[in-house]
């Protein structure tokens, strides 16, 4: 495993300290398992949306598509 923290994982790592709450309090409030939370955190490549989404939205977040290409075009 890479030493880059994916930004999901940071995320969810952050909001869950910045809430006070252990993976295991978070595992249990979102209703996933300890395993996954710590797979989430730690960046696994592959998770089942479904429960990312349980995990987001106790942060008021879910996962939503985003262009590749950002365009930053003022003129627009």
Known sequence: MGTNINPLA???R???K???FSQEELA???GVGLRFL???ERG???LRLDKV??????FGKQVGITDLEQNYDTES
Request: hydrophobic share 40%; net charge positive; no cysteine.
């Open 18 to 20: 910045s809430l006070k």
């Open 10 to 12: 940071a995320y969810v």
């Open 14 to 16: 952050a909001k869950r």
């Open 44 to 46: 696994k490549t592959t």
């Open 28 to 30: 249990f409030k979102s």
């Open 38 to 40: 710590r797979e989430l």
């Open 53 to 58: 989404n349980q995990v987001l939205e106790l």
